[in-house]
Structures are given as C-alpha cells and as structure tokens.
C-alpha cells in the first residue's frame, strides 16, 4: 500500500495557516482537527473555517471531527468540500447512516476510535469505510505522547482488514514522529498524521519526506505485505 502523510494543521500557526498550508506542499492530505470542546477537552475549529481551507488548501482536507453528534453534523463538511471526513464511533448514535452520508455528500468516510476502544465489535463496518482511524493519544490537544499500548490494536485492525479483503486506508493520529512512525508502519498503519512532528521541525516540508521515508522502509518490511502472513508469526 502508498504510504501517505497527512500534516495536523492544529501544531500550525492559526494566525497563518494559509502560509503554513504552503509549507507541506509534499504531503498528501492537510489533516484539520475539529474540536467542539464537548466531546473532547479543547475548542479549535468549526465548519466556517474548514470551509475557507479547503478554498485556500493546496491540498486535499482531511477532517477529523472530535465532536459530540457527528450524525447531524459529519455531512455538512463533505458538502464544505472536505475530500475526507473521520468521525468518532463513540459519539456516533447511527454510524452506518453518518458513514453513508459522508459519501453521498461527496468525501470519503473515516471512522476513528479512541484510545481505548477495541477494533473488535467495528469489523462489520469495514464495508462501509474507506479509511480507520486509531487514535494513538487521547484525542483533545496536540504535543501528546505516544501510546504503544495501540500498537497491538493497529495489528489486529490491520488483520481484521487483510481478513475481510476491504479496500480501507488504516490512519494513526496522535506522537508520529521520526521515532514513532516506523513502528507504526510495522504494525500495519499506512496513513500517518503528524502535526508537532511537522511543524516543529525547520523546514515541515522536509520532514514530510523524511517520515515517508521512514515509513516506507517499515512497510516493505512489515508482516502485513507478506502473503497469508499473520500478526503472530513475524
């Protein structure tokens, strides 16, 4: 699978994100974190302002939206022109009908889990996925941490995924970094968001080629680019 880089806008500076946005031309997604301040601990953006990146993007928008009653709300970004809209399955009351609306509104539909929520009990919503999202930090603030506690998780969704032959984009959210992002790849992630990682660094372009790379190298190795291999039997 295309390793992809999706650039968290929340470690850019608000003040000019337009600029910041220029300065990840080589990732593949701009990855804008929507926080209602509800659903998680912090406030950030809403749909008006997702609505004016996605006119000044360069890149297709990603949105992750940690908000409380996505079923209302998940469709309006896709009509905002969101290429990409994640919402949590913990906050979602009818999660096929959300999912099933994303994409009749245009975007493709991501369904993300926090921490601590298991993969098994979602495998049957696969079909209607083109990406999983695993949170791998309590979703809320940037800065956070890496859990290597998901790492098991990423595994078995990657398995659940190989076992069902769905066409789904596996994404990690939360600590990628240069030390993080290849045991990531290991373990079957393929979409890898990084914010502090990004725009931390001198030149966020730059290190959008170095964790490609990184992850890239991982991949080719991993258990799950080998045929009929299982997560048990590296």
């Known amino acids: ?47 008006p302002v997702v609505e004016a990146l996605v006119k ?13 009653d996505p079923d209302r709300w998940a469709p309006g970004y896709a009509e905002a022109g969101a290429a990409s809209v994640t919402f949590h399955v913990e906050a979602a009351a009818a999660p096929i009908r959300t999912a099933r609306a994303i994409r009749a509104a245009g975007a493709r539909v991501g369904m993300a889990l926090k921490p601590a929520t298991p993969i098994e009990g979602y495998e049957d919503l696969l079909g209607e996925l083109d990406l999983l999202l695993l949170m791998t930090v309590e979703p809320g603030f940037g800065g956070q941490p890496f859990l290597d506690l998901v790492l098991p998780k990423i595994r078995r969704a990657r398995a659940a995924i190989a076992g069902r032959g769905a066409d789904v984009w596996l ?40 964790l490609r790379a990184l992850a890239e190298q991982a991949s080719a190795r991993a258990w799950w680019q080998q045929a009929g291999q299982r997560p048990d039997q590296e």
């Open 56 to 68: 000044a993007s360069p890149l297709p928008v990603d949105a992750h939206l940690m908000i409380a």
């Open 1 to 47: 699978m295309t390793v992809q880089i999706a650039p968290s806008i929340l470690s850019a500076d608000f003040a000019n994100l337009a600029r910041d946005l220029g300065r990840i031309s080589e990732a593949d997604w701009a990855h804008v974190d929507v926080m209602d301040n509800h659903f998680v601990p912090n406030l950030t953006v809403g749909l």
């Open 171 to 210: 994404q990690v959210d939360g600590g990628v970094s240069a030390q993080t992002i290849e045991r990531c790849a290991e373990a079957g992630a393929d979409v890898f968001v990084a914010g502090s990682a990004v725009y931390g660094a001198p030149d966020p372009d730059r290190m959008v080629g170095e």
